[in-house]
C-alpha cells in the first residue's frame, strides 16, 4: 500500500480520549441553523403557553380557581393530612433505596463473575425485572402470591416490588460504573500486589461509586416517582393520601395540582443535587 493510500482522509467518528476530550455528536449548527432553532424555540415556547392560558381559562370558566376551594390546603388538619403522605412516600422510598443499591451492586458483580452459572442467572434476573412494569410486580404480590397462601403487609407489598425493579436497573448503572473506571487502575493495582478481588474492593469500587453517584441519585428520583403505586395496595402514601382527600372535599383539580407541586419540588431538589455531584465529579477530573 501507498503512502498516500494509507494516509487517505476518512470520514471523522467521534473518539474518546482518556482525559479532558471532548467528544463531538454533531456539527455546530450554522447561522442559518440557530435562527431555525430560535424561531422553533419561540413557537414551542408560544404554544405551551397558549396552552396554559387556554387551561387557566378553562379552569376559570368553571370557578375552579376560586380562592375558596385552594385556602382550605392552608388548614392544618389538611397539611397533617397530606404530610401523613409524605412522610409516608418518603419512608418506602428511603427503605427501597437502602436496599436495592446494595442488591444492585450485587448483581453487577454477579453479572461479572467469571462463574458462567452465576453471571448467567444474574444476567437473567437482571433483564427480568429491568423489562417488566413494576406495576405486574406490585399486582403479583397484591393477588397472585396471596392465592398460594404467601402474604405480606401493606409496606412490604409496595417495598419488595420497588426493591426488585430498582435492584435491577441499578444493577446496570454499577456494571457501567466498573467498566469506566480506567484499565491503567487495574494494571496499578496487580503491580503493586493486589489480588482480583482486593483490587475490585479497595481500588476499583470506590472510583466506580464515585462515577455512578449522580445515576443514584436520580435512580431515588425514580423510586420516589414508583411509590405512586402504593394507591394499588392502598398504602397511605401522598398519592393515596390525595386521593382520599378527593372524597372528602371534592376538589379533585386542586388537590392533585397540589400533590404534583409537592412532587415536583421533592423531584427537582433531588436532581439539582445529582446535577450538583456531577458538575463536582467532572472539576475533580479536570483539575486532576
Known amino acids: 500500500m501507498s503512502a498516500a493510500t494509507a494516509k487517505a482522509p476518512s470520514r471523522a467518528t467521534p473518539r474518546a480520549t482518556s482525559r479532558g476530550a471532548t467528544q463531538v455528536l454533531f456539527d455546530a449548527p450554522g447561522p442559518k441553523g440557530r435562527r431555525r432553532i430560535l424561531l422553533l424555540s419561540v413557537l414551542s415556547a408560544v404554544v405551551i403557553l397558549g396552552v396554559l392560558a387556554a387551561g387557566l381559562w378553562t379552569f376559570a370558566e368553571n370557578g375552579e380557581l376560586d380562592p375558596d376551594k385552594w385556602v382550605v390546603y392552608l388548614r392544618a388538619d389538611y397539611l397533617a393530612f397530606l404530610g401523613h403522605g409524605l412522610l409516608g412516600t418518603l419512608k418506602v422510598t428511603a427503605v427501597a433505596a437502602v436496599v436495592a443499591f446494595p442488591a444492585g451492586l450485587l448483581l453487577a458483580l454477579a453479572r461479572m463473575s467469571r462463574l458462567s452459572v452465576l453471571s448467567r442467572a444474574s444476567t437473567v434476573w437482571i433483564e427480568f425485572f429491568r423489562g417488566i412494569p413494576m406495576l405486574l410486580v406490585v399486582?403479583?404480590?397484591?393477588?397472585?402470591?396471596?392465592?398460594?397462601?404467601?402474604?405480606?403487609?401493606?409496606?412490604?407489598?409496595?417495598?419488595?416490588?420497588?426493591i426488585l425493579v430498582s435492584?435491577?436497573?441499578t444493577a446496570e448503572v454499577f456494571r457501567a460504573g466498573i467498566k469506566a473506571v480506567d484499565v491503567g487502575q487495574h494494571e496499578a493495582a496487580a503491580a503493586i500486589g493486589l489480588g482480583r478481588r482486593h483490587a475490585l474492593v479497595h481500588v476499583i469500587l470506590p472510583q466506580a461509586v464515585r462515577l455512578v453517584l449522580p445515576s443514584l441519585i436520580l435512580a431515588l428520583v425514580t423510586l420516589l416517582k414508583d411509590s405512586t403505586l402504593g394507591y394499588v395496595v392502598s398504602y397511605n402514601?401522598?398519592?393515596?393520601?390525595?386521593?382520599?382527600?378527593?372524597?372528602?372535599?371534592?376538589?379533585?383539580?386542586?388537590?392533585?395540582l397540589v400533590v404534583s407541586l409537592i412532587y415536583i419540588v421533592i423531584n427537582f431538589l433531588l436532581t439539582r443535587v445529582a446535577l450538583a455531584l456531577d458538575a463536582r465529579m467532572k472539576a475533580?477530573?479536570?483539575?486532576?
Do not use: D
Not at 402514601?237 to 392533585?256: A, D, N, P, W
Open 139 to 162: 399486582y403479583a404480590f397484591l393477588l397472585a402470591l396471596p392465592a398460594y397462601g404467601v402474604t405480606f403487609p401493606r409496606f412490604w407489598m409496595l417495598v419488595i416490588p420497588m
Open 167 to 169: 435492584a435491577a436497573s
Open 237 to 256: 402514601e401522598l398519592q393515596f393520601q390525595g386521593k382520599t382527600m378527593v372524597s372528602i372535599t371534592r376538589y379533585l383539580v386542586q388537590t392533585y
Open 284 to 288: 475533580r477530573a479536570s483539575a486532576g
